[in-house]
C-alpha cells in the first residue's frame, strides 16, 4: 500500500514552455501534499505543501507564479512550471501524507513518489 | 539553524557487513517524528523506518534499525548485514510541526553508501 505516481517521469522542454508534472496517491487519500525539488548531489528542497481544496503554502523564496500547484482531489496534485528556463532544470518528487491532521505517529508518514527529471532545453 | 546533520558525505563498506550511518537532530518540540529514506540512483525516495519521540523502544525493520539516543538527539540508522543493493543515498528526516496539523519533512544532507563485494 501507499503508492504515489508520478507523470511524467522525464521531461524535455524548450525554454519559456510551461510543464505540467502530475503526482497520484494510488491507494489511499491524502490528506496533504508536498512537492520538493532536488539538485544533483543535494538533498531535497521543499517548495511547498498543498491541501485539498485550498492554496498552496510556499516555502520561503519559491515562486508561487513560477510553480503553480493545483491540488483538485484527495488523490491528485499537479505542480505547473510556467515559462520554463533552463534554470528551472531539475529532478522534481511529490510526496503523500498518509494520517489524520495533528498525527505523530508511525502512519503518518510521507510516501513519496518516482520523481520527474525536468531539463529546459 | 541546519536541524538535521548528516556528518558522512560517503560511506564505503564491505559486503555483509553492519554498517551505522549517523544522524543528529535539533528541535525545541517534545513530540517529533523521525524518518530515515533511502534513494538509489533511480532517484525514487524508499521509506525505511520510524521513530517517534515516545516510542521507549528502538524502531527495527528487517535489516535496519534506528539507534536512538534522546539525549543526545541522535538517530544513527544501523544496516545489518549489507548487500550490494543498499548501495544509495539515505537521508535522515525530522517531522516537524509548523501549527494546526501542518506538518514538514526537513532532511539532511544525505550519506551516500556504497557496499563493496
Known amino acids: 500500500g501507499a503508492v504515489v505516481s508520478q507523470h511524467p517521469s522525464r521531461v524535455i522542454c524548450k525554454s519559456g514552455t510551461s510543464v505540467k508534472i502530475e503526482c497520484r496517491s494510488l491507494d489511499f487519500q491524502a490528506t496533504t501534499m508536498f512537492w520538493y525539488r532536488q539538485f544533483p548531489k543535494q538533498s531535497l528542497m521543499l517548495m511547498a505543501t498543498?491541501?485539498?481544496?485550498?492554496?498552496?503554502?510556499?516555502e520561503q523564496g519559491v515562486e508561487k507564479d513560477k510553480f503553480l500547484i493545483n491540488h483538485a482531489s484527495l488523490t491528485l496534485s499537479t505542480l505547473t512550471v510556467t515559462s520554463a528556463h533552463p534554470e528551472d532544470s531539475s529532478f522534481y518528487i511529490c510526496s503523500a501524507r498518509v494520517g489524520l491532521a495533528g498525527g505523530q505517529s508511525r502512519t503518518d508518514t510521507q510516501y513519496f513518489g518516482p520523481g520527474t527529471r525536468l531539463t529546459v532545453l | 539553524a541546519q536541524k538535521i546533520t548528516q556528518t558522512q558525505p560517503g560511506m564505503f563498506v564491505q559486503e555483509k557487513e553492519a554498517v551505522t550511518l549517523d544522524c543528529t537532530y535539533d528541535?525545541?518540540?517534545?513530540?517529533?517524528?523521525l524518518f530515515w529514506y533511502k534513494q538509489p540512483s533511480s532517484g525514487e525516495m524508499i521509506f525505511l523506518i520510524y521513530q517517534g519521540s515516545y516510542d521507549e523502544q528502538n524502531a527495527t525493520e528487517g535489516r535496519y534499525s534506528l539507534n536512538f539516543q534522546k539525549a543526545r538527539k541522535s538517530a544513527n540508522l544501523v544496516i545489518s548485514a549489507s548487500q550490494l543493493g543498499d548501495s544509495a543515498m539515505y537521508f535522515c528526516?525530522?517531522?516537524?510541526?509548523?501549527?494546526?496539523?501542518?506538518?514538514?519533512?526537513?532532511f539532511g544532507q544525505g550519506t551516500r553508501l556504497t557496499i563493496n563485494p
Open positions: 528526516a525530522m517531522r516537524e510541526r509548523i501549527g494546526r496539523g501542518a506538518q514538514k519533512l526537513v
Open positions: 498543498s491541501n485539498e481544496g485550498s492554496k498552496a503554502t510556499y
Open positions: 528541535t525545541s518540540d517534545q513530540s517529533y517524528g
